[in-house]
């Protein structure tokens, strides 16, 4: 239990740092706060995710930094992929594309991103973690228990909130009927504007969010048979 408690207190400060990291790019290249991420709350599980897998996959053999760096690019690159795929199944929508990008695999991933998911998992195994769990390691075992139900609990309600916020989202966009993805795509974003702070939250973290069309084009052809004439 207290082990489960550690991984938990583990994965909420990652997330919390991965928003800390994911808000500051956005500040500086925006010069504006940008809650970024979906849920509602001051995190972005995709990063304590990616580094719990870093944990668990690499361990404590760190030695070697160049293996480091090259399987966090693969445990967080595969992570984002199936990301990107999971919720553009389940929303109908994708949420980034680096279709724009050099180097990158159907717009999900990209080697430029891909080089600082190394870099920071790198630096976080090799030098961030072992000062996390030095931490972790003052609380004692009640309080560490405590903390990670707390930290729980706040997460799942995160999630209930915004997967309601989300299927809202996903019903909107089915119900935009229509062939022009664009058309879709601007009603769509009128109507997250012009609700909720909840829904706004959405378009500003995700402003160049794709609605997935997949209407089928039938093409109706006609077979004229020559008639036959009688020849004399």
């Not at 919390?16 to 991420?37: C, T």
């Not at 992570?79 to 919720?87: D, G, H, I, P």
């Not at 961030?128 to 990670?148: G, M």
């Not at 119900?175 to 939250?201: Q, S």
Request: net charge positive.
């Amino acid at each position: 239990m207290n082990l489960l408690a550690r991984y938990i207190i583990y994965f909420m400060v990652y997330s919390f740092i991965g928003w800390l990291i994911e808000v500051s790019l956005v500040f500086i290249g925006e010069k504006k706060f940008v809650n970024r991420g979906f849920l509602l709350g001051p995190i972005c599980p995709i990063y304590g995710f990616g580094f719990i897998f870093i944990i668990l996959t690499i361990g404590s053999n760190t030695k070697d930094l160049l293996a480091v760096f090259l399987k966090s690019i693969l445990i967080c690159s595969t992570l984002e992929y199936f990301t990107s795929l999971v919720m553009e199944k389940i929303f109908k929508a994708r949420w980034w594309d680096y279709s724009d990008k050099k180097f990158n695999i159907n717009g999900r991933i990209c080697l430029e991103y891909m080089l600082p998911f190394g870099i920071l998992g790198t630096i976080g195994l090799c030098y961030i973690h072992p000062f996390i769990i030095s931490l972790v390691k003052l609380l004692s075992s009640k309080l560490t228990i405590i903390i990670a139900i707390i930290l729980f609990v706040l997460f799942l309600i995160d999630n209930i909130i915004s997967f309601k916020v989300m299927s809202k989202i996903k019903t909107q966009i089915k119900k935009e009927k229509g062939d022009n993805t664009v058309a879709v795509k601007n009603k769509v974003t009128d109507w997250l504007k012009n609700n909720t702070i909840w829904y706004r939250h959405i378009i500003n973290a995700f402003p160049k969010f794709e609605i997935i069309s997949k209407v089928k084009k039938i093409t109706e052809v006609i077979k004229v048979k020559p008639k036959n004439k009688d020849v004399k």
